[in-house]
T-cell receptor, first 121, second 113 residues
Framework: GAVVSQHPSRVICKSGTSVKIECRSLDFQATTMFWYRQFPKQSLMLMATSNEGSKATYEQGVEKDKFLINHASLTLSTLTVTSAHPEDSSFYIC?????????????????FGEGSRLTVL | GESVGLHLPTLSVQEGDNSIINCAYSNSASDYFIWYKQESGKGPQFIIDIRSNMDKRQGQRVTVLLNKTVKHLSLQIAATQPGDSAVYFCAETFSGGYNKLIFGAGTRLAVHP
């Protein structure tokens, strides 16, 4: 089946630095990818929708200048946490929709990456 | 609606028993629902889905029931196994396909031998 890969799986950084997380669709083209954040023992919270070739759409309360999203190709979206602080420590998960998974219909099946755990010291 | 950050409720079952995990969704306009399984440190794994024009769908050892009247979704796991231990989330989305996938609070399933 379709595979979504995230890199790195774990990253530790110092407060004030920026961290980039990559999300790749390995065997399909994804015009739309989604970024979620998950704090310990909590649910996944949608941060933004990443659209290939255009600006990302951010959810209410998510700072677009802090969480920079770039979807430069049909197989890669990146999330950059700028000037990271300890409160940004979380599990970041991306997902991508494979339009071909449902015969080209608009629904498609959503595939999740394995997540990237960010720890900010 | 958005999930509220709370400690996950836990369902403890004996191996071999049937498990029922419940979920209440908030948006009456949601027309597609998915159950995901998440193991520690991993991303969500698709289990089963159901559209709003159905009230029941069965998979291998799993059944999803949808009650649109009370906006309730349930996941039934037959003959629960230790490998089923994980956190289970329901998710809802709106018409038009995968726009915003909103996750429920989640339930931790603990299977005891």
């Amino acid at each position: 089946g379709a595979v979504v890969s995230q890199h790195p799986s774990r990253v530790i950084c110092k407060s004030g630095t920026s961290v980039k997380i990559e999300c790749r669709s390995l065997d399909f083209q994804a015009t739309t990818m989604f970024w979620y954040r998950q704090f310990p023992k909590q649910s996944l919270m949608l941060m933004a929708t990443s659209n290939e070739g255009s600006k990302a759409t951010y959810e209410q309360g998510v700072e677009k200048d802090k969480f920079l999203i770039n979807h430069a190709s049909l197989t890669l979206s990146t999330l950059t946490v700028t000037s990271a602080h300890p409160e940004d420590s979380s599990f970041y998960i991306c997902s991508a929709r494979d339009p071909a998974a449902s015969g080209g219909q608009n629904t498609g099946e959503l595939f999740f990456g394995e997540g990237s755990r960010l720890t900010v010291l | 609606g958005e999930s509220v950050g709370l400690h996950l409720p836990t369902l403890s079952v004996q191996e071999g028993d049937n498990s029922i995990i419940n979920c209440a969704y908030s948006n009456s306009a949601s027309d597609y629902f998915i159950w995901y399984k998440q193991e520690s440190g991993k991303g969500p794994q698709f289990i089963i889905d159901i559209r709003s024009n159905m009230d029941k769908r069965q998979g291998q050892r799993v059944t999803v029931l949808l009650n649109k009247t009370v906006k309730h979704l349930s996941l039934q796991i037959a003959a629960t196994q230790p490998g089923d231990s994980a956190v289970y989330f329901c998710a809802e989305t709106f018409s038009g396909g995968y726009n915003k996938l909103i996750f429920g609070a989640g339930t931790r399933l603990a299977v005891h031998p």
